[in-house]
């Protein structure tokens, strides 16, 4: 696979010599003198890395990484004829993958770029290696309950009622007289146990520690309150 990179100079020879060394060995390379050519070409080519002078006319690579980077995270190597840390730090800040002098040999810039290459598919490759981590699924429809495990958590008819008005209170608290009504269809009574032995069974169910529970919450004189999953609060 050939690799692509815009070079962004505003020096002719420069840009003469580093674009044909580059494509000697395998990297296709299209340059840029003036920045507001840039962002189009991104779109257009949708190249591999950037190659950014610090200096560009009336403007700083500097600049033109921050434009860059609020629409795109590609990996940028700046060259840079000046020796102010302060520029390098605020570069590498911004998100710079490397920065390389500009009296630097060519052999030596093409290593760089492929090291940054080389790190960049790196990481999208454990990124895409690593699974996506697993959630609790709630199936109204279906009137099911999953653990992160992908197992059936085993609910009743009667606690699978509970837990959806309780979700579909959406972090509201919901009282005993509107859970009663809800799940038993029938009045609460002053001193009725149901919805508290209800919520003890539904607990040893869905909270990590049933003994302190942090999924169903008891909110004082209003009711219960279901707060998610505990994989949905990370």
């Not at 189009?40 to 950014?52: A, I």
């Not at 434009?67 to 840079?80: N, Y």
């Not at 197992?151 to 009622?161: I, M």
């Not at 509107?178 to 001193?191: A, C, D, K």
């Amino acid at each position: 696979m050939t690799d692509t990179v815009i070079l962004i100079d505003d020096e002719p020879d420069f840009v003469e010599e580093l674009s044909q060394f580059l494509a000697n060995h395998g990297i296709r390379c299209a340059t840029v003198n003036d920045p507001s050519q840039l962002m189009p070409l991104l779109d257009e080519m949708k190249p591999d890395l950037l190659v950014l002078d610090q200096k560009l006319g009336t403007t700083t690579g500097i600049e033109v990484l921050r434009e860059v980077r609020s629409i795109s995270t590609i990996p940028c190597v700046i060259l840079t004829g000046m020796e102010d840390p302060i520029d390098r730090i605020l570069g590498l800040e911004l998100g710079a993958d490397d920065y390389i002098h500009k009296t630097a040999l060519p052999r030596e810039i093409l290593a760089r770029i492929r090291a940054v290459l080389r790190r960049t598919r790196t990481t999208r490759s454990e990124a895409a290696a690593t699974p996506a981590p697993r959630t609790w699924e709630f199936r109204p429809d279906e009137r099911e309950l999953y653990y992160p495990d992908g197992s059936r958590c085993h609910l009743t008819s009667t606690e699978f009622v509970f837990l959806q008005v309780l979700i579909d209170a959406r972090g509201e608290a919901v009282n005993r007289e509107e859970l009663t009504e809800s799940v038993f269809n029938r009045p609460y009574r002053p001193g009725d146990r149901a919805i508290d032995g209800l919520v003890v069974r539904v607990r040893r169910k869905v909270e990590p520690d049933p003994e302190n529970p942090t999924v169903i919450k008891s909110a004082r004189q209003q009711g219960y309150i279901f707060t998610g999953f505990a994989s949905e609060r990370m």
